[in-house]
């Protein structure tokens, strides 16, 4: 069986309506949505909202790591709307999200990243759409577990957990042939993103299962650039399948 397996599509419907094919089905990591592109300025919703020379300063302020600094220049700029900042970024996210459930294949299964924002996954959803955080599916006579979502961090995004609740998941999950997740476990070179030259945060737990219950695979995504795309613990192979919307291809697993 052939499974290709997205994450980080960031707006990239074009390429996400070809990501199945050849494929018996399809797996999405998460970050469907495009909220700020710290490569391109200009795209996302930020700059949809308020300007790519907006765009420019918050970006420099979070790059330069000057958070309270990015956090009131940007309540600044949600102040400048009509009303509460919600609606507008609502009707943003669901634009996004309506093309990019367009375009997403089915069968799919698919678990949320830490900019996606879960509540509004449903009116979006489609016949053959399975979505899983903390849960499992078999797929191709395997067993499949799914942990969505990302950790707490001084970027705020939409779906960040406490340890104990993201660790609760992945003990839900249990031992699976195949662990999916949208963040790494806490292994540096998987974290350590090579142009950012930052290291983002992975998970301990998803660590510890590994350790614990030695899966065949453990797919997940988060970190664009990684130092390491692959590693292998024990018999266990992790890998990072890419960030889709820089590569437009799929990882593929053949299972």
């Known amino acids: 069986m052939r499974i290709h ?14 990501a199945a094919d050849g494929a018996d089905a399809l797996i999405c990591l998460g970050d469907l949505i495009l909220f ?46 009509d009303g509460d900042a ?7 996210v669901n634009r996004q999200y309506a093309e990019l459930f367009a375009a997403m294949p089915a069968p799919a299964y698919l678990t949320y990243g830490n900019v996606d924002v879960p509540r509004l996954w449903d009116a979006h959803l489609r016949d053959g759409h399975h979505v899983l ?9 395997l067993r499949f577990g799914f942990v969505g979502g990302g950790l707490r961090t001084e970027y705020r995004t939409p779906y960040e957990l406490d340890e104990e609740a993201f660790a609760a998941k992945v003990e839900a999950v249990g031992e699976v042939d195949v662990l999916c997740s949208h963040i790494p476990p806490a292994v540096p070179d998987l974290l350590y993103d090579t142009v950012a030259r930052r290291f983002e945060r992975g998970s301990e737990a998803i660590l510890e299962a590994i350790h614990r219950t030695q899966p065949r ?12 795309s692959r590693i292998r613990i024990g018999r266990t192979e992790c890998v990072n399948v890419g960030h889709f919307r820089a590569r437009g291809v799929p990882y593929v697993l053949t299972v």
């Open 133 to 141: 955080d903390g849960e499992t599916t078999e797929i191709g006579g």
């Open 86 to 92: 919600r609606p507008h970024i609502e009707r943003a």
């Open 217 to 228: 695979y453990v797919l997940f995504g988060h970190v664009h650039q990684p130092l390491a």
């Open 36 to 81: 700020i592109d710290y490569h391109d300025h200009g795209q996302g919703i930020f700059a949809d909202l308020f300007g790519q020379d907006n765009a420019d300063r918050f970006i420099g302020l979070r790059t330069e790591k000057r958070f309270d600094e990015a956090r009131e220049f940007s309540r600044g700029l949600w102040a400048s709307l």
């Open 5 to 18: 397996v997205v994450s980080d599509v960031h707006g990239r419907a074009d390429a996400l309506a070809g």
